[in-house]
């Protein structure tokens, strides 16, 4: 079934982009992601947050994205008129992203933290007593050890994630990470950039039992001039709803084509035209 699928430009990209009525060919999806809706309407919940033997919120769940929640893929959603405060190396890496690379997660790269808790697409929590893992629908996955005592590393390998670090403050569960790569990531799905000193504080709690909450605290002292936040929630998924596999390398066969940065950013913050007509600029 995944080997007929066509994938034509970023996955992530065009499902939200598609939600939306902003492009005007359709989307090619597997008969999976056909079945099953992407993001939910908030509800109201009076179901008590459930809780594992030891006492913590259990995060455990398939969580999808609020309809409400807006504008999608950009970290700036929480800041007016979703303006970075960029420094101007900052300013300069995001023109450089902007004309002369291809989206990573379009090359099958690991859009990694914070830009997959902006995404579009639902994930899952399995959480256990001494781990807790988060998994996503290109079969990318975080596995963050849960321990007060642990501290980082003096000088971590770089990866998509980070050095990533668990411990529960009450009913919250924090993750710290730092020792992010710096080549091949945005941070967010406009090509916003980061640098290897990111540092970001995920802060994830359960306020309900139908609700999943994250307040995340980005620093980045190169490229921001000062640290900022995003907060978000999702909303619990059915019973029967889990993630699948998905081969991006496999179905990744027009990557030919995809162009630099983007495409179009809209006014209200969301990646795509205004005109569903529109054709990206020349490149």
């Avoid at 455990?60 to 979703?82: A, E, M, Q, S």
């Avoid at 009913?171 to 980061?194: M, R």
């Avoid at 002292?221 to 998924?237: C, D, I």
Wanted: hydrophobic residues 35%; charged residues 25%.
């Amino acid at each position: 079934m995944m080997r007929t699928m066509r994938v034509a430009c970023l996955f992530e990209a065009a499902l939200f982009v598609a939600m939306a009525g902003a492009i005007s060919a359709p989307a090619i999806f597997t008969p999976m992601l056909r079945a099953q809706e992407l993001t939910a309407p908030d509800i109201k919940s009076n179901r008590p947050t459930p809780r594992t033997a030891d006492g913590h919120p259990d995060l455990t769940g398939y969580w999808k994205g609020t309809r409400d929640t807006h504008p999608v893929g950009n970290i700036g959603k929480d800041l007016p008129g979703f303006k970075l405060p960029l420094t101007p190396a900052g300013e300069a890496a995001l023109q450089h992203n902007l004309t002369a690379t291809i989206d990573p997660e379009s090359l099958c790269i690991i859009g990694g933290i914070p830009r997959h808790n902006a995404s579009g697409l639902p994930f899952e929590v399995v959480q256990g007593s001494k781990k807790v893992v988060f998994l996503y629908l290109y079969n990318y996955f975080r596995l963050i050890p849960v321990d007060a005592a642990r501290k980082h590393s003096a000088d971590p390998d770089p990866s998509f994630f980070g050095e990533e670090l668990g411990r529960w403050e009450g009913d919250t569960l924090v993750i710290d990470s730092i020792g992010f790569k710096d080549e091949k990531v945005w941070i967010d799905e406009n090509a916003n950039p980061h640098s290897d000193a990111l540092h970001v504080v995920e802060r994830w709690t359960r306020p309900d039992g139908d609700h999943i909450h994250v307040e995340t605290l980005i620093e980045d002292p190169k490229f921001y001039t000062r640290p900022f936040t995003y907060s978000r929630t999702w909303v619990l998924g059915q019973p029967d709803e889990e993630t699948k596999e998905f081969s991006c390398s496999e179905n990744n066969t027009d990557v030919s084509h995809l162009g630099f940065g983007p495409g179009g950013i809209r006014p209200d913050g969301t990646r795509g035209y205004v005109d569903p007509a529109a054709s990206a600029p020349a490149r």
